[in-house]
């Protein structure tokens, strides 16, 4: 299986002995595995899977974990994002972990598919007996293991600050993780598992947190915000805040400290090149070749119409042979002559000659010296009796009729346009003279002309908007479609209503009487005039404007004039410097608080203070004394516990629900990060390690029992 990865294989696999254990720490956000007794991990990487397919081969590769970005553009992801095989802090896609366990298992050095080494192997408190059980049957039958063993990640941190002295025997572990915070009681060195409990909570959600404000904030910069990104931002610059409102109110008053505590991230950025004048030569440079350009232009459209012309002239000498060919043929003998040529008759030629003669002329330039034919001549079928008629002459009678309606109505159109022309220039000049006699008054009078009709307009357009319905401030509000129909659309929709009503009595008769077409008549009426276009008065409210522009310059038209109601639209103008500027300012420890309110993101759970509180009452066996011992040594490990001032404020949550007077104390972990892989190495590494582990043969005897009542022993660390 092919793998893409930035990591080095290890190479001295084969030095390390059969008995010598696999320490594998499987978190939700990355996976680490090594050897046991050693102090660091061999191999860590990111505990997600992606398979995409490569841009020219079509093969599917593996990518597990980190990889070199560069290597995406050869690939498609378009189709397969990054997956992981947990469903919050439980392995549930056991498919994506066999290729994790592939990745890992090869990346350590191992040649063969069969692993002959003991397995120690991370999981959450409180597993599922069905994820635990598919785990096993992964490990033994897919990589033959001989043993394994299952032991909790935030308990092998405890063991293992316990045995550097940092926490005692009886306390708390607090565990922030990637998808989960537990927390966890110890008392005498073993978890108690009863007073255990998770929030649905963690890492994840404050960098997806993170990477929804800072997209809201900087919208023009959503490609950069990736995952990878956002979390370097999250680990480097967010912090817990001891008392958040507080805070807020620095950054709400925009003090110096709230400066002093903002962090920017400059993208890059380069100006955009200024662009100078042209020179005269660049001027004349341009204007030679747009006039070289011209030139070409006008002789290939020279050459186009001397080739048309000749075209023509070719076509009309062949039209004029053919006539002369037709005198001196005998009538009958027309149509077999004409046969070959493509025509019918001579007056098919002449028409012909006549059309090519014209266009002829058109293309030279020269005036047509064709007057339009009288209607007696052009349509002189029109008077001809049908029954008098052939069945040819029939059919040039119907497209004559068609020809003369639609020649009288071009002439109707004509003579309407010409009238209307005249009845401008009319009152052109009308106006002209009252504007002669007084420029003033016959401004004014324009203006109160103009006022009315624009009223009129808007109040027309708000009527059709909303049925006259407004919210007291004559502006339209939001009524129902029914309140902006007019009379004509209210009634064509009575009778849709009345037709659909009367079809669900019995059998469906709709149709078959000839009353029952007049209904479609009615409905396809509507009388409202104004979606037609343009009607008189907008035609006169365009012409007053126009005319108010000329007499005053500096006339507004109401539409151009921005009142209460218009919205003016945002003019876009060039990014700078500072719109690739992130700043982040009170983002730095809103996201981290939602560890202590979940609530904020729509997680209705308690948070880590509370857990705190919860955990303690939850115990078998409540006594003071032994509530004042676990909260002497609040134990943080995990990533997320990595944040600047988690402690202090964690503190100051457990001592608001504890007694007054209770000692409490908070402790970190070593490395949070680490010191889970590092408690289970120093434990495989133990004699006592073979005894607390099942093996294949147990497996495959006992079945999946020998997995349900399995239990690991920390009391060796």
Known sequence: MPFISKIQRQTDYRRFPSSTPIVIDNGASYFRIGWAGEPEPRVIFRNIVQRPRHKVTGETVTIVGDHDVALLRYFDCTRSGPRSAFDNNVVYQFEIMEYILDFAFDRLGADGSKIDHPILITECVCNPFQSRSKMAELLFDTYGVPSIAYGVDAAFSYKYNQHHGVCNKDGLAICPGFMTTHVIPFID??????????????????????????????????????????????????????????????????????????????????????????????????????????????????????????????????????????????????????????????????????????????????????????????????????????????????????????????????????????????????????????????????????????????????????????NGNNISGNVGRGERLNAAQRERMRLLTTAAFDRG??????????????????????????????????????????????????????????????????????????????????????????????????????????????????LPSKSTELEERLTSSIFLTGGSSLFPGMSERLEAGIRMITPCGSPIRVVKALNPTLDAWRGASAYAASPQFPAQTFSKQEYYEKGEDVVRRYQFRYHVL
């Open 189 to 470: 060195g073993e978890p108690e598992y009863k007073g255990c409990c998770r929030t649905n909570i963690g890492g994840y959600h404050i960098t997806d947190y993170l990477k929804q404000l800072l997209s809201l904030k900087y919208p023009h910069h959503m490609a950069r915000f990736t995952w990878e990104k956002v979390e370097d931002l999250k680990m480097e610059h967010c912090y817990i805040a001891l008392d958040y409102m507080s805070e807020a109110r620095l950054f709400q008053n925009g003090t110096k400290e709230a400066e002093d505590k903002t962090r920017s991230w400059q993208l890059p950025w380069v100006p955009p090149p200024t662009e100078e004048p042209p020179s005269e030569e660049e001027i004349a440079r341009k204007a030679a070749i747009k006039e070289k350009q011209g030139q070409r232009l006008r002789e290939m459209a020279e050459a186009k119409r001397s080739s048309r012309i000749n075209e023509l002239e070719n076509e009309s000498h062949g039209l004029e042979f053919l006539l002369k060919q037709l005198e001196q043929v005998e009538e009958h003998d027309i149509r077999s002559f004409l046969s070959a040529t493509g025509y019918v008759s001579r007056k098919e030629v002449e028409s012909a000659l006549v059309k090519v003669t014209q266009s002829l002329q058109k293309a030279k330039g020269e005036q047509a010296e064709f007057e339009e034919k009288p209607d007696a001549e052009r349509f002189h079928l029109l008077n001809k009796p049908d029954h008098e008629c052939t069945p040819e002459e029939l059919k040039m009678k119907k497209r004559q009729v068609f020809l003369k309606s639609t020649s009288e109505g071009r002439q109707r159109a004509k003579q309407k346009r010409h009238e209307e022309e005249l009845e401008r220039e009319r009152r052109n000049q009308q106006d002209e003279q009252r504007r002669s006699k007084n420029p003033e008054l016959y401004k004014e009078q324009l203006l109160a002309k103009y006022k009315d009709l624009s009223e009129k307009v808007e109040q027309r357009k708000r009527l059709k908007t909303n049925g006259g319905q407004t």
């Open 505 to 618: 009595k019995g059998e469906d008769t709709f149709g078959a009487r000839d009353e029952d077409w007049q209904l479609y008549k009615l409905m396809s009426k509507d009388n409202d005039d104004d979606d037609e276009g343009p009607d008189a008065d907008e035609a006169e409210l365009a012409r007053l404007t126009s005319r108010l522009r000329e007499v005053d310059p500096t006339f507004v038209p109401r539409s151009d004039n921005g009142n209460s109601q218009s919205v003016e639209t945002p003019r876009s103008r060039p990014l700078t410097e500072e719109d690739f500027r992130i700043d982040l300012g009170v983002e730095r420890f809103r996201c981290p608080e939602i560890l202590f309110r979940p609530n904020w993101i729509g997680i209705d759970q308690a948070g880590l203070d509370e857990m705190a509180g919860v955990s303690l009452r939850r």
